[in-house]
């Protein structure tokens, strides 16, 4: 079994910063690739920023200076420090990971619940 858990979001002023926090739990091997994930009312889910297990990070054009990803390999944890904030951040934080937790078993991707954003203008 394994859990991820999301915290950190909140309701935010524009221009206001939020630290979301994501920790994985249970039976794990190895953590690879870990991302957040968002999805706004009515909306599909998009990618927000991923970070690997070696550090490269990536994020999507519409974060890119305003958002950070990072990990901390030792807590199995990863986040998501978001400045600037917009009203279009506005959406439901995910995270996942991509786990081994058997060596003779090929790693999955797992996700969170999720975690509220709201930034108003």
């Known amino acids: 079994q394994v859990q991820l858990v999301e915290s950190g979001g909140g309701l935010v002023q524009a221009g206001g910063s939020l630290r979301l926090s994501c920790a994985a739990s249970g039976s794990i091997i190895s953590i690879n690739a870990m991302g957040w994930y968002r999805q706004a009312p009515g909306k599909q889910r998009e990618l927000v920023a991923t970070i690997t297990g070696g550090g490269s990070t990536n994020y999507a054009d519409s974060v890119k200076g305003r958002f950070t990803i990072s990990r901390d390999n030792a807590k199995n944890t990863v986040y998501l420090q978001m400045n600037s904030l917009k009203p279009e951040d506005t959406a439901v934080y995910y995270c996942?990971?991509?786990?081994?937790?058997?060596?003779?078993?090929?790693?999955?991707?797992?996700w969170g619940q999720g975690t509220q954003v709201t930034v108003s203008s």
């Open positions: 996942n990971a991509d786990i081994t937790r058997r060596y003779w078993i090929p790693s999955n991707t797992y």
